[in-house]
């Protein structure tokens, strides 16, 4: 008998293409197309952000009772669609989602984002409900949507609940007065896991309370039970099994045969277009336009994670050698600035401050190649665009990196964590494009040749998600 097809909700705060900080917007745009394409409903849920009002969208015409305080609170629920395909169910409640930034301002994080991202999560519960759509699982994706496995827990009646861990450097950490503002009896609370020491520690909730764990690349699954890569909760994760299901990628929204954002397309076969935008490049980012250059690149959020320390380390290292860098990012103001000042120094760097997404492809193809330092990386996604985009990646031998890029074939893998090993890494890598020419060609078109689409992890997400309602049946 064919097994009947999966209602699945995805919560998350982020969601291409309607609002996006990192690769985590990629993720949640991405995943519920594959896994539709399998035949399954799948729909998402995000916050109506101020940044995604302008984003048509149709307002549902029932008010939306959101249990949450002693009173309850109302939102409103509009609905647009990934690729006229998956429903996004944008929740509306002004006091939390109305403002500039998700997580925060110039000041900091938010003061209320437990509130806020707890409003995120009591809405998804109620969701099915309010829509008449009866729910089989829902797919919780970081510390932003972890509450939703810790109250289900408290009810008598809820759906199962999947767990991803996009990055667990980011727990949702907040002073443990706030727990009355969760409205969970405090025997409740202690067994949900979300207490830790003197603190709510939101994602250690939902690696508790949630029926299952999934992380984004098998490497860092493995990596997040050690002392080393648990970021403080590998002892909430040592008792529990974590599955590593490894990132695909959108390849029709990376694709440089079809890329609107660059000045000519290319293929695997041709890669005359990927001259073009070196060029183009060069020339935007108010470099010397060379072809024989090796321009390197790098596009990231400014954060110790991203060892954006040991890239500027590298850069100065490099100062008198004939490589080029565009850059673009943002971040830590002190590697903003860092990074800013050898822009405005040196002829041969280029650095834009800010978040661009158009440029952020434009980089991807242009280079020739591509920079990740990381520190820790759960999956990386960059690489993987990198490589399709025949840019060859230069990263560090961790987490989902470790397991999309090989050693001279489809990039350039190091392992210690400095800024000299990366330094090393990067003089091979300009060796070869200088005194190896066809093996460099080689290794691009290995590259770009790459399987990389969604279908794969969307094979696996399916016998997870049946796997766990058996259990609960
Ligand atoms: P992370 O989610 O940890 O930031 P990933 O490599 O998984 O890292 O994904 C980062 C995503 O965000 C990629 O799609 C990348 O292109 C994008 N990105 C990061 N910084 C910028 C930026 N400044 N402008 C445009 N896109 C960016
Ligand atoms: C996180 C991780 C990154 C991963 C992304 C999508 O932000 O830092 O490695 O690729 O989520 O899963």
Same mark, same amino acid.
């Given at each position: 008998m064919p097994l009947s097809p999966l209602r699945v909700l995805f919560v998350a705060s982020e969601c291409v293409p309607f609002i996006k900080t990192g690769g985590l917007g990629d993720v949640v745009g991405a995943l519920p197309l594959a896994l539709s394409a399998l035949g399954h409903d799948v729909?998402?849920? =995000?916050?109506?952000?101020r940044a995604v009002k302008h984003i048509a969208a149709e307002k549902l015409p029932a008010p939306f009772a959101v249990p949450m305080g002693p009173d309850g609170r109302y939102a409103a629920v509009y609905r647009s669609f990934v690729e006229d395909t998956v429903p996004v169910y944008l929740i509306e409640h002004d006091v939390f989602f109305d403002r500039d930034g998700l997580y925060g301002d110039d000041r900091g994080d938010f003061s209320d984002n437990l509130l806020r991202f707890a409003f995120l999560s009591r809405a998804a519960l109620a969701l099915g409900d309010y829509l008449d759509w009866p729910i089989d699982l829902l797919h919780l994706h970081d510390w932003q949507a972890a509450l939703t496995s810790v109250f289900a827990s408290t009810l008598t009646s809820a759906p199962p609940t999947v767990l991803s861990i996009h990055n667990l450097g980011y727990q949702g950490r907040f002073a443990?007065?706030?727990?009355?503002?969760?409205? =969970?009896?405090p025997g409740a609370m202690g067994a949900s896991g979300v207490l830790q020491g003197k603190f709510i520690n939101v994602l250690r909730g939902g690696l508790v309370s949630a029926d299952a764990l999934t992380t984004v690349s098998p490497s860092y699954a493995k990596e997040v039970k050690t002392e080393a890569g648990g970021a403080g909760l590998h002892d909430a994760l040592s008792t529990r099994s974590v599955t590593g299901i490894l990132n695909g990628i959108d390849e029709a929204r990376w694709d440089p045969k079809t890329d609107v954002n660059l000045v000519q397309n290319y293929d695997a076969n041709d890669l005359r277009g990927k001259a073009a935008c070196k060029l183009a490049l060069q020339r935007e980012s108010g470099l010397p336009e060379r072809a024989d250059v090796p321009l390197l690149g790098l596009v990231s959020r400014f954060a110790e994670q991203k060892g954006i320390d040991l890239f500027i380390e590298t850069m100065d290292e490099l100062a008198d050698e004939d490589v080029q860098f565009v850059v673009l990012g943002s971040g830590e103001s002190s590697a903003e600035e860092q990074l800013a000042q050898r822009a405005a120094e040196r002829d041969a760097v280029a650095c834009t401050v800010g978040f661009n997404e158009p440029l952020s492809h434009r980089i991807e193809a242009g280079c020739d190649l591509f920079i990740m330092p990381s520190r820790y990386e759960p999956c990386g996604l960059n690489q993987l665009y990198s490589q399709r985009y025949g840019t060859l990646p230069i990263v560090r031998a961790v987490g989902g990196l470790r397991d999309t890029v090989t050693d001279g074939v489809d990039g350039f893998r190091f392992d210690e964590l400095s800024s000299e090993a990366l330094t090393a890494a990067i003089r091979r890598a300009v060796t070869l494009f200088h005194?190896?020419?066809?093996?460099?060609?080689?290794?691009?078109?290995t590259a770009m040749s790459k399987p990389m689409g969604w279908d794969v992890a969307a094979r696996e997400y399916e016998t997870l998600y049946r796997q766990i309602l058996r259990q609960k049946a």
């Open positions: 729909r998402v849920v =995000i916050p109506r952000y443990a007065a706030a727990a009355v503002d969760l409205g =969970i009896e005194t190896g020419p066809e093996a460099f060609h080689s290794m691009v078109q």
